[in-house]
């Protein structure tokens, strides 16, 4: 395929960390050839034995894993996902790429590397790992970037900084506009109707009422003891 180049492989300058001979390389379903898989810490890559490869960039590979499922593929492989096009598709997307331009759908390829020796398939998920480790995404650095003002502690002591401004209930009552005021008044009469609610449930007392509220007063609601009353003459 075009997209074949001929480099130097990897070697311990780059950080070499698994080097796996015998490994055919599948592109989306065709199978490129049998050659050998550098796993280094700078790129990915594979070539056959005419020198012939390819290299994938650690940034766009999205996923790596080891894949063992022979209805999937008929042999146990590593198995990486890249957002790239790669092949006779790459040319395909170059020519439609203005008529694509307003999708946000990214390309994918997908890779299979499938050794001769399948026991070598751990060590080859984790030099994976530990290289991908390497290169995070520079997206999830930025989502991680707190965009407010921070508080400098050391200016703060030395007297440089701006003090925040801090207010009691009172004052921060004054501060209020009067659709906040209204408001809270609102927020204020739903929570002591959800206090009181709490005593009786469906019209029934519960067994925590210790005290009922009446008008306003406090109404002892002890339980009458049995028979307290039965000497009492009781007009008919």
């Not at 440089?160 to 501060?175: A, K, R, V």
């Not at 067994?207 to 009922?212: A, F, H, L, N, V």
């Amino acid at each position: 395929m075009s997209f074949l180049k001929s480099f130097p492989p990897p070697g311990p300058a780059e950080g070499l960390r698994q080097q796996q001979p015998d490994t055919e390389a599948v592109l989306n379903g065709k199978g490129l050839g049998t050659g050998t898989l550098y796993i280094a810490e700078s790129r990915l890559s594979w070539l056959d034995g005419s020198g012939l490869g390819f290299s994938l960039e650690y940034p766009t590979i999205s996923l790596h894993a080891v894949s063992r499922d022979l209805n999937a593929y008929p042999r146990e492989h590593l198995y990486v996902m890249v957002n790239a096009k790669f092949g006779e598709e790459s040319k395909e997307s170059v020519a439609d790429e203005e008529e694509d331009s307003d999708d946000d759908v990214e390309p994918i390829t997908e890779f299979r590397f499938v050794p001769s020796d399948k026991s070598a398939l751990e060590a080859m998920f984790t030099a994976m790992c530990e290289c991908q480790a390497l290169h995070p995404d520079p997206e999830d650095e930025d989502s991680d970037d707190y965009d407010g003002d921070e508080y400098d502690v050391e200016a703060h002591e030395q007297g440089q900084g701006d003090i925040p401004t801090f207010y009691t209930y009172e004052e921060g009552l004054s501060h209020l506009t009067a659709e906040g005021q209204a408001t809270l008044e609102r927020l204020e009469g739903m929570l002591s109707q959800s206090v009181s609610s709490q005593y009786n449930m469906a019209g029934v007392r519960t067994e925590d009422s210790i005290r009922d509220y009446e008008d306003g007063m406090e109404v002892d609601t002890t339980p009458t003891v049995a028979g307290q009353f039965e000497d009492a003459d009781v007009d008919h």
